[in-house]
């Protein structure tokens, strides 16, 4: 068994005890860092120290640590997700970082997603901005045999790629503005692109912004940082066909 | 039996609009046992609180699940049915499901599909339209429903819009990041449950005229397995302790394709789709111990044992047939890579033979060898792209140019709470419905089974059975959370926490939670005997006395407390780690995932035991280590026991 790395690390952790609390960075040495180490399991590493020397552990989100669940968040050296493009924290490998770097990590920042305790914090109003209308409103029992519905290749891998949103709020904590458009219009766009969600695409769009807007996410102004950095690769033109969905809303009968 | 579901279904009690209203369900877990449950049964009008520990309902680890999900529609026109479906998953399960639940499975699997496309799930298309199938593990149709190799994404978010809708609608109450402490009974019914708001850490008293578990297999007992970190048993556990049986809890899963371990830092184990045993050729090197890297090992020197052992089958036997073959090229010595522990996955031919054919639909009869490569990575990457970018994004190796590394990691659990025809366990009024049951798989599952069985019994089962019980409780009023019971499970529920925070030891719960696994691992995992499951018992026991009397639990109770939460799983993993092991003891054959060495052909496949074993064991909690036995004798009318021959 290949035994731990040499790598000696810097980490800048933002601590913070719970939501109304006032945080603050703080710094650890790390060492024993392996390249083949994912970043939550240096974490680990380091919480599994702060545990012996009877200090309290880091709180982070993780779950799957397969990049598809959406619970971890980390902002890394200014990055959500850290520096590999595509990629969440946790398949985000040390491989990426060099002997004797300093790395800051920081919770998503956003007047939506407030902090929980240290890296954690409430992304809720993702959910509520779902309720809102990012559904097909067909119970359980009511559908038709699949293939009598057709939908042409290109629609639904197009429909298929937004729907890849893995909900980790990465494009928020990006966004200078926290804007939640790229997740938002991810939803209306899968919904939208496919027949079965036609009948409710008027209303659909203008819930889910209006609630988008209630939750105090801010405006878009077109700087790309959130398809930059989406895990998922998200593609700008989700937010191009929202908006498109919306004004027709507005203005077609 | 194959009438016994549209019987049952003509004959269930039924429960009216005005009577639902006054109903309250209580759904525990989100993945797509929970989220179809809960949406089901609030559209039909029950009042229903749903619960999850993670910080949305969509993050469940169903969301997890790559390669697709099965159905007998036969779109493809390969001969598939109804029948074949149980057949097949009848089979696969070595002869350990019950027929009828596995029939039912099979029947109500067409709906599922329509009802995931009326929801807009976008499963793969072809060009004109209609869905795509591909084929898996254990089976010889193609019925496999995906959508790349995010298919348990796409179905849970699916669920997860129909839950919110529910949610919108006021339907269904959400309580996410709460954990399920305790079940509540009363007069021997399931009443409630006592669950910890994991935030603030207060711990809180929920009413339900019925319980559902829907909380997923117990696959992290072995510390490393393919599970979210926060994968755990205890809602289940729980539930046994205040007698609900335990069924086949040995039935474990060992997946034979995933990302070989690396360090002793490992936290978990990445599988890689069983979808890519479809295209890909598994090999080691015909040489012992062989020095060099994979494409200089010319062809006549590579033994692909699979297609050697089984050729009917080949690359696509099941996944217990395929993992144990791993471990026997590994422990003669062939094994590959670093650690030696690991076989190989080849992409090379599907690249190429893809490559032809891309060439020939392009009109390039001539092409040379390089243009076949690169139209072959193209299709490649069309079908496998995410798989192969996670795979080099851990690995650091890039597999369309090398073959990846594989090996068999634990995956699923077949073993869970026992329950009757309705999913209902032995505690009247609590249910439980998906991986956390027993049921449908005996002991093994097939490829793209998990999915269908999760909303299955969410969207199609459950919504018919559990009327047959509420149906009469329509005069039982809401029972006041004061009540003792649940004043009683409470305080309970703190008494252990305070236990735990009070130990104040010298180690942290994962110390305890990887010795744990290296035990499971080592003596109750992909081959088990007598000597080594004593052995693991007597260990086990010990370690849990070491574990209450010297885990280390920083911080305090009263807030977040990742390493509390873990602590109280971790504690509930020790207890049915030596249940597993009493199982694994008790079941002295080998069959599907569950592989006894006393219990083997001459050369070595698995031999069954009809005669003394073709029963479910449904185990009793009696408290200090003692369980009892109870047997549920298993008949075949239709798919008659036969050896399961994959040559």
Redesign the interface.
Known sequence: MIMSGDMKLTLKVWRQKNSSAKGAFETYQVDGISKDMSFLEMFDVLNERLISEGKEPIAFDHDCREGICGMCSMYINGRAHGPWKGTTTCQLHMRAFNDGDTIVVEPWRSVAFPVVKDLVVNRSAFDRIIQAGGYISVNTGNAVDANSILIDKPDADKAFAAAACIGCGACVAACPNASAMLFTSAKVSHLALLPQGDPERKTRVNNMVRQMDIEGFGMCSNTGACEAECPKEISLENIARMNREYVSSVFAG | MNEKWTNYKGSVKLVNPANKRKLEVIVVGTGLAGA?AA??LG?MGYKVKAFCF????????S??AQGGINAA?N?QNDGDSVHRLFYDTVKGGDYRAREANVHRLAEVST?I????????V??????????SNRSFGGTQVQRTFY??G?T???LL?GA???L??Q??LGNVE?F?RHEMLDVVTIEGKSRGIIARDL?SGKLERHFGHAVLLCTGGYGNVFYLS?N???SNVTAAWKAHRKGAYFGNPCFTQIHPTCIP????????L??MSESLRNDGRIWVPKMQNDPRPANQIPEEERDYYLERRYPAFGNLVPRDVASRAAKERCDAGYGVG??KMAVYLDYASAIERYGKTEANKRGLHNADKETIITLGKGVVAEKYGNLF??YE??T?ENPYEVPMRIYPAVHYTMGGLWVDYELMTTIPGLYCLGEANFSDHGANRLGASALMQGLADG??VI?YTIGNYLADEIRTNSIPTDHPAFMEAEAAAQATIDRLMNIKGSK?V?YFHKRLGKIMWDKCGMARNEEGLKQAIAEIRQLQQEFWSDV?I??DAN??N??LEKAGRVADFLELGELMCVDALNRNESCGGHFREESQTPDGEAERNDEDYAYVAAWEYKGNNQYDLHKEPLTFEVAKPSKRNYA
Not at chain 2, 54 to 61: F, G, L, T, V
Not at chain 2, 122 to 131: D, F, K, Q, S, T
């Open positions: 179809s949406a089901s559209e993670q910080d949305s309902p969509r993050r469940a680890h969301i997890a529609k779109y709906s599909i329509d009802q995931c496309v009326a929801q807009g976008p499963l793969a298309r072809e060009y004109g339209g209609l869905l959508a790349a995010q348990g994404q796409q978010i997860y819009q129909a919110e809708r949610v919108a959400m996410s935030i393919t979210a970190m926060g371990v690396s360090g002793d830092h490992q936290s978990k990445t599988l670093a650690s970018e996670m994004k851990i650091g969207y199609f919504p942290s994962d280390r920083p911080g807030g977040l990742p390493e």
